[in-house]
């Protein structure tokens, strides 16, 4: 371990600290210690403020103090996207949902926008803190305010344009605990990383391996025929799930699949033209901690087939040609044998003739 110098380092607390991919730039907190001002909030509290810093050759220069600091609020743990234009941190600035809440701030030139907050889906009553954007644009962060195991646990969101548009999901045992869990980072392939933790009484940096949950749905869509299940080709199945709507046709053995989202529940319906429908059926991820496969078969009822209709004697040869449709009757390859799921289509024309 090597002390990284005394052009960032304080007599007062330094750190957290956030570099950009090239490792040429930086934001890190310190204590807000000036020695000409004394550095006192009016309740005589040192609050935390971030500063800036560029590295060239291995030395650190020209230290900045984030143009938002104050000495009336803290603003803390910085997290810079690997590019270096947007910067999430904490702050307890007045106007915000709780104690500390999510902020971001933009680049533009060599200036930060004015700092935003993260809203009510992330920010709570309570205190979000020590927030990571990992390189598939995830957000982690800590909060003592969601659901969670108690004390501060790690969660994480799904951002686009700095906005979360998944659901926040509490990463778990065992990576959280009854205590503090907090300051996790994580590698480029999602696979491994780091956080600290208070489980064991003190502030301690733990390891851990991360095996994606993959969920996958699966199932066919059958009906009845003369007492046995058939399957129904070219049925179209959907997938409906948080007001969104995925469609599949299935296949000529009457199969689909989709991928699912953890913590999800689903509804899933079939339709064809000639049954009566749709067949509907229930799934859902929540709860589901190891990757597996769900099956759900949905049986689509046939429709009565309508009586013959007597033909009318025929007075006009041009009144008797008419449009018959007749459903897909598809072979097994390199046979010629009708296989079950034909024999409705075959039944049908054989009434009509």
């Known amino acids: 371990i090597t002390l990284i110098g005394k052009e960032l380092n304080t007599s007062l607390h330094d750190g957290p600290m956030s570099l950009t991919r090239d490792q040429k730039f930086a934001f890190y907190n310190r204590n807000n210690f000036r020695t000409s001002k004394g550095g006192r909030n ?52 007045p106007g915000g949902f709780g104690g500390k809440d999510l902020y971001y701030t933009v680049k533009t030139g060599d200036l930060w926008g004015k700092p935003v907050n ?79 933790s208070n489980r064991y009484g003190s502030d301690d940096i733990f390891k851990y391996d991360y095996a994606p949950v993959v969920v996958k749905l699966e199932g066919k869509i059958l009906t009845n025929y003369q007492n046995s299940k058939i399957a129904v080709p070219n049925a179209m199945v959907y997938l409906l799930y948080n007001s969104k709507v995925d469609s599949i046709y299935t296949d000529n053995i009457g199969r689909y699949k989709f991928s699912l989202a953890v913590n999800t529940p689903y509804t899933v319906s079939a339709t064809k033209p000639g049954f009566i429908g749709p067949a509907k059926g229930d799934v859902t991820t929540v709860g589901i901690k190891k990757s597996t496969t769900l099956i759900k078969d949905l049986e689509l009822l046939q429709k009565p ?8 004697p025929l007075t006009d040869c041009a009144t008797a040609g008419r449009i018959l449709n007749i459903e897909n009757i598809f072979y097994d390859l390199d046979k010629f044998n009708i296989r079950k799921d034909a024999l409705p289509a075959m039944n049908h024309l054989l009434s009509v003739l």
Do not use: C
């Open 118 to 196: 993260m809203g009510s889906v992330i920010n709570t009553e309570g205190d979000e803190t020590f927030p990571y954007v990992s390189p598939d644009g995830t957000l982690y962060f800590s909060s003592n305010g969601h659901t969670g195991l108690g004390g501060l646990d790690i969660f994480k969101v799904t951002l686009k344009d700095k906005v979360p548009v998944s659901k926040i999901t509490n990463l778990g045992v065992p990576v959280n605990s009854s205590k503090d869990d907090f300051g996790l980072i994580i590698n480029a392939s999602n696979a491994s990383g780091y956080f600290s």
């Open 305 to 312: 087939l309508a009586p013959p209709i007597p033909p009318s």
């Open 42 to 93: 009016k309740g005589g509290v040192y609050k935390l403020n971030m500063f800036s810093a560029q590295n060239a050759g291995g030395k650190w220069y020209g230290v900045r103090p984030f143009q938002y600091n104050s000495l009336e609020y803290s603003t803390a743990h910085p997290a810079l996207t690997p590019d270096g234009n947007v910067l999430y941190f904490v702050s307890d600035m």
